[in-house]
């Protein structure tokens, strides 16, 4: 049998992805004006989006642990190897949940063969390393060959991107208050990376069209053959600055291909609207 992949909405791939490559999806939790829903499976980012224009501050919470243990279950009873892709530990009490339910399934069925890679990856980036990982399965690629992709991809991974308005983060703890004060301040739009599995915000830029300029130069300064790699852009419900993103990208550094999506209801909680990422690997697999 093909061995399995999973992966939680962290990764924010759309919707039909994982019923077409046949991938488990473990959804995070979102709360939007006191109701909770399922990211991706009962909940579109557009409503995340209005609502914090409207002034909510929507929260999350990590994957169910009723649900690891029932998939986990499931998967040992029917004797399939799996890898399950998380999200960054360092922004998601997912992985760690995660690895806490196996530790017990593993109890009853000491046999189960699964793997749990934390990525350190978040939105698309990650979504790359679970795209890739679903089309090795599909090839029956070993368990061994799957992860050595993984682990390399999601090792490699360069995630940067702006966002509107860094209160957004700092209200759900992911920046300082002083980062997201000082970014307010005279257009000055922040430009921060995913290192380590943390945001880190690196520059300070003024003026929107500046800062994606920027981030092109970043790609340049960081990455090589882009003709030969996938580039990923998720954005915040802004089209219009994704148009832009995407043109400079396409004009300066002719991808062999760019791969588009939304930020999910649960990332795009803690962004905001009007977000823009970018996702490349800096060392392509040899």
């Not at 999973?6 to 995070?28: G, I, M, Q």
């Not at 070993?142 to 957004?168: A, C, G, P, W």
């Amino acid at each position: 049998m093909p061995v399995k992949i999973l992966a939680d909405s962290a990764c924010d791939l759309p919707k039909e992805f994982y019923t077409e490559h046949n991938v488990t999806l473990f959804p995070l939790k979102v709360q939007v004006q006191g109701q909770e829903y399922e990211d991706v499976k009962t909940i579109d980012p557009k409503t995340v989006y209005d609502a914090i224009r409207s002034g909510d501050v929507p929260k999350t919470s990590q994957v169910s642990p009723l649900l690891f243990e029932e998939v986990f279950t499931r998967m040992a009873e029917n004797n399939e190897d799996g890898i399950y892709i998380a999200f960054s530990s360092e922004l998601s009490g997912t992985y760690q949940t995660s690895v806490m339910i196996l530790d017990q399934v593993k109890e009853k069925y000491p046999n189960f063969n699964l793997t749990i890679v934390d990525t350190k990856c978040a939105s698309l980036g990650f979504g790359l390393v679970v795209k890739e990982a679903a089309r090795l399965a599909a090839e029956n690629s070993s368990k061994e060959e799957i992860i050595k992709d993984v682990l390399f991809r999601s090792q490699h991974m360069e995630q940067v991107f702006t966002v509107e308005d860094l209160d957004y983060l700092a209200k759900g703890g992911r920046v300082s208050k002083a980062s997201a004060f000082l970014g307010g301040l005279l257009n000055i739009k922040p430009i921060l990376n995913v290192e380590d599995g943390k945001l880190v915000p690196i520059e300070k830029i003024r003026g929107k069209k500046r800062v994606y300029r920027r981030l092109v130069e970043i790609m340049k300064e960081r990455g090589s053959d882009f003709k030969d790699q996938v580039i990923g852009i998720s954005h915040a419900d802004t089209p219009e600055n994704l148009s832009e993103v995407k043109a400079l990208i396409e004009e300066e550094l002719q991808p062999r291909e760019i791969c588009i999506t939304n930020i999910g209801s649960a990332v795009g909680a803690h962004t905001g609207p009007g977000a823009i990422a970018i996702f490349f690997l800096n060392k392509l697999p040899s």
